[in-house]
């Protein structure tokens, strides 16, 4: 049996609607109701459910990367740029650590999934890759290294230290919907292109939303979109009891 955990005094973004001062009840790993503030009060829970008062944040479902190499100085070819003498085993050992770190670092920033993008490499090269990250699903709870070359976070991207060529989007989920909702469209619908949209595209069919009978993979972030909470399957991987944060919809 899972946690029971319920998140209340929220405005919840569930993939179709907004529902202003709502909770959501998450039991054994899934999203069992949402239901109004109101109804919150009238209910009682037990000495160990989890309840959460968001303070008035957004309760969302969470973000989904459907393409990524890596990020935190971990990539998802780390199997293949490194030391050419290494062992397949121990080469394959070094992919499966930095797709676990990749999943922590993801989890702290609202994702709840993402998708391990690889680039061409010889056969034997990206059999090792694919075979460092199959073997890392379900295992997940100074300079950065891109493809062998030194680079730096300068004017909001990665750039090659040695010629200034940019070599990877520094873009988290989360400040790509600040920023379609700071280019005019509704919070609601931002969320909606970093959670369901993809879900949908992916074929995540118990993501991306939240209603009843889905799995909790849920993200809260405040009005100043800083991700105070972050759930998967369940699971509360970011943020606590003191998750809170006020929220209006802009």
Do not use: W
């Amino acid at each position: 049996m899972g946690e029971t955990v319920c998140l209340h005094n929220g405005t919840v973004l569930t993939g179709f609607t907004v529902m202003e001062n709502c909770a959501v009840l998450v039991e054994d790993g899934f999203i069992s109701d949402v239901f109004s503030q109101k109804r919150f009060k009238e209910r009682s829970f037990g000495q160990k459910e989890l309840v959460i008062d968001v303070g008035g944040a957004y309760i969302a479902p969470g973000f989904i990367d459907t393409h990524t190499h890596g990020t935190g100085g971990y990539g998802t070819e780390d199997s293949i740029f490194c030391d050419p003498e290494l062992p397949e085993k121990e080469a394959i050992e070094l992919g499966v650590n930095s797709m676990l770190e990749l999943s922590k670092l993801f989890a702290q920033r609202g994702v709840t999934a993402f998708n391990p993008t690889l680039y061409p490499s010889p056969p034997e090269l990206m059999l090792r890759a694919v075979k460092a990250v199959s073997s890392a699903i379900g295992k997940e709870e100074g300079p950065l290294l891109a493809n062998g070359e030194e680079v730096a976070f300068q004017g909001g991207a990665f750039r090659r230290v040695q010629d200034g060529v940019i070599a990877g989007s520094g873009l988290t989920m989360i400040r790509g919907v600040k920023n379609l909702v700071d280019g005019g469209l509704s919070l609601s619908n931002a969320v909606k292109t970093a959670s369901f949209n993809p879900a949908q595209i992916m074929g995540y069919a118990m993501q991306g939303a939240i209603i009843p009978g889905r799995l909790a993979d849920i993200t809260v972030f405040d009005k100043d979109f800083d991700v105070r909470l972050v759930m998967v399957g369940g699971k509360i991987v970011k943020g606590d009891e003191n998750a809170t944060g006020d929220s209006q919809e802009p």
